[in-house]
């Protein structure tokens, strides 16, 4: 029998992974695939480096009360309608990648996104970062953003232990270009993006208070400066973390926090090397270190992401399993 899965917004970036990523998960016996611009289409013409042999429908196409699990990948504003839609018709558990269910508050979420068109439905999700936060109960999960996935997992320990202690934190992100998913701007498109990088959405950029609010459930922590910029490669995100604190602790017991909170985890590791992006392209893993600048007195976090996969699409089916009781790295364990 197996799980019947729905994915809407089949025909983006992130669309895609999942896709791929369920179309091989041993739990999915059946796999039904909306888009609205592709419907019709078959999903490996559409997609060649999938081999899939379905094609999409349109999304009013799947009997969404048959589903079991339903991932929604449509934009932030977009997506909270159909989450409630889905719901409403009787999914049991609704896996949403955009930003519409992550910030707690509605007030929040309009400071920063515009009106909410499902605030009811705000205070059932659970923010799916199980390395920090557990595995999902109910039946919405929000799926973290790209750049707060890496944040806030370098930055956790540190605030859970001397979250009193740090005066300010400064996030130094470069992302690649499918971060800005698959419409293409002209601020994306090849001819602005290569051989350039720039930063953008500073000091203000939407993700600022996802990162504030989810470290300050774990403990202590200051307004965060939080700026990205563009650089010219595919996929992959690397951070740099300034973090200026009263006691500045060892690199190595910052190691020893990431070893002992992500202990058992199967995508979080801490090293004494710095991450590469090319170290965590195309898997689920997140990748950290740490380094002390006694002279300025600052410690030094690095996080490296793939947006796609643990910033969005492998970390939504690791969220999936969980959910469900499943090993976290069902079906990803090629991404480890
Ligand atoms: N890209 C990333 O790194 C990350 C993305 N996310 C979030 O996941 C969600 C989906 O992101 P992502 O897949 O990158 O976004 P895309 O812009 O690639 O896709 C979003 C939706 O737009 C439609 N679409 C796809 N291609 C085009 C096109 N060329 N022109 C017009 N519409 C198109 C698709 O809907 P349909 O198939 O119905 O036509 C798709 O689901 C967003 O909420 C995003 O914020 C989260 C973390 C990381
Ligand atoms: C390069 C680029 O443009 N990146 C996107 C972040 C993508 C992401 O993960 O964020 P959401 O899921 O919240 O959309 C941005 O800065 O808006």
């Avoid at 009787?90 to 955009?98: A, K, Y």
């Avoid at 970062?129 to 557990?134: K, S, T």
Wanted: charged share 20%; with cysteine; aromatic share 8%.
């Amino acid at each position: 029998m197996g799980l019947k899965v729905g994915i809407y917004g089949g025909g983006g970036y992130a669309g895609a992974e999942l896709v791929r990523l369920l179309g091989g998960h041993p739990k999915v016996g059946g796999l039904e695939v909306a888009s609205r611009g592709y419907a019709g289409r078959a999903i490996g013409e559409v997609f060649p480096q999938i081999s899939s042999k379905g094609s999409f429908v349109g999304p009013e196409e799947i009997e969404a009360s048959g589903l079991d699990v339903a991932f929604v990948a449509y934009g932030h504003g977009e997506s909270a309608e159909t989450v409630a839609a889905l719901l409403e018709a009787g999914v049991g558990l609704v896996v949403d990648l955009s930003a519409d269910f992550r910030l707690p508050e509605v007030g929040m979420y309009e400071e920063w996104y515009g009106v909410h068109p499902a605030p009811g439905l705000l205070g059932e999700a659970h923010y799916g970062l199980p390395e920090v936060f557990g595995a999902a109960e109910g039946r919405i999960i929000a799926n973290p953003g790209c750049y707060p996935t890496a944040a806030v997992l370098a930055l956790a320990p540190v605030v859970k232990r001397v979250g009193g202690g740090i005066k300010s934190v400064t996030i130094n992100a470069l992302s690649g270009v499918s971060g800005a998913g698959a419409r293409p701007s002209v601020k994306t498109h090849f001819v602005s993006a290569n051989e350039s990088a720039n930063a953008y959405g500073a000091p203000l950029h939407r993700h600022t208070p996802e990162i504030e609010t989810m470290l300050r459930r774990v403990g202590e922590s200051p307004a965060v400066t939080f700026v990205p910029h563009l650089i010219p490669i595919s996929r992959g995100e690397l951070e740099t973390i300034v973090v200026d604190l009263d006691d500045v602790p060892d690199a190595g017991e910052v190691l020893g926090w990431y070893a002992d909170d992500y202990e058992g985890w199967s995508f979080v590791e801490a090293r004494e090397e710095y991450p590469h992006v090319s170290h965590v392209a195309n898997t689920n893993r997140c990748r950290l270190s740490a380094a002390v600048d006694r002279r300025a007195g600052k410690l030094l976090l690095f996080s490296a992401v793939d947006n796609l996969l643990k910033g969005a699409s492998g970390a939504a089916v690791q969220n999936m399993n969980l959910a469900l009781g499943y090993p976290e790295d069902l079906g990803l364990e090629h991404l480890k």
